[in-house]
């Protein structure tokens, strides 16, 4: 069965570094998205991506954060400068069937990162 | 705005008995989808069921249903046959657009621990 996976599992980096999260979508699926959980509490939308560029962020996603799908099958987050408060469980998904009319969001198993 | 509200912080169940899982929603938009992910303490989100605002009909997928609700703005899951495997966080989470491509707006989520 088709997955989404992310890499790597848990990130450690330090305050001020660049980290950039990446993902392997499902192939054929046309949305991706990153979402965010702090540990303890709900998941939160970042961003939604489609046809190359953004569809839709919330205010979280700032000019510290970044989103690239460089090649056919990479889709990846990057925060610029991490801060304590992005330390959280990444999680990136996708969905879409083109034509089809499938709307659920399939996750990858997420990137603990942690900002220290 | 569009918002989830879980008011079952922690719900506990007897292995065998069925359970519901209690989730509301509010929204402005004519048309929405609803959605219930399972998050087992390894950490991944795990699609479980959807329901479009415009179907006629409950939700099932095997031992999952969804109790929509419409006019009260409810989308109750209803786990029958709990198994001990069920115990996990589990949100209930709302996408505006009713078509492909839409964010997930999530709930703060229930845990749910299931009872040899």
């Known amino acids: 069965e088709p997955e989404v996976t992310q890499t790597p599992s848990h990130q450690v980096t330090q305050m001020g570094q660049e980290v950039i999260l990446r993902c392997v979508p499902i192939?054929?699926?046309?949305?991706f998205y990153w979402y965010r959980q702090i540990l303890g509490q709900k998941v939160e939308f970042l961003v939604s991506?489609?046809?190359?560029?953004?569809?839709?962020k919330s205010e979280i996603f700032d000019d510290q954060f970044s989103v690239e799908r460089p090649d056919g099958s990479n889709f990846t987050l990057k925060i610029r400068s991490t801060k304590l408060e992005d330390s959280a469980m990444y999680f990136c998904?996708?969905?879409?069937?083109?034509?089809?009319?499938?709307?659920?969001?399939?996750f990858g198993p997420g990137t603990r990162l942690t900002v220290t | 705005a569009q918002k989830i509200t879980q008011t079952q912080p922690g719900m506990f169940v007897q292995e065998k008995e069925a359970v519901t899982l209690d989730c509301t929603y509010d929204?402005?938009?004519?048309?929405?989808?609803l959605f219930w992910y399972k998050q087992p303490s390894s950490g991944e989100m795990i699609f479980l069921i959807y329901q479009g605002s415009y179907d006629q009909q409950n939700a099932t997928e095997g031992r999952y249903s969804l109790n929509f609700q419409k006019a009260r703005k409810s989308a109750n899951l209803v786990i029958s046959a709990s198994q001990l495997g069920d115990s996990a966080m589990y949100f209930c989470?709302?996408?505006?657009?009713?078509?492909?491509?839409?964010?997930?707006?999530f709930g703060q989520g229930t845990e749910l621990s299931v009872k040899p």
């Open positions: 989470a709302m996408s505006p657009i009713y078509n492909q491509g839409g964010k997930l707006i």
């Open positions: 998904a996708s969905s879409g069937l083109g034509g089809a009319l499938n709307y659920e969001q399939y």
């Open positions: 929204t402005s938009d004519p048309s929405y989808g």
């Open positions: 192939s054929n699926h046309l949305y």
């Open positions: 991506f489609y046809n190359n560029e953004i569809s839709e």
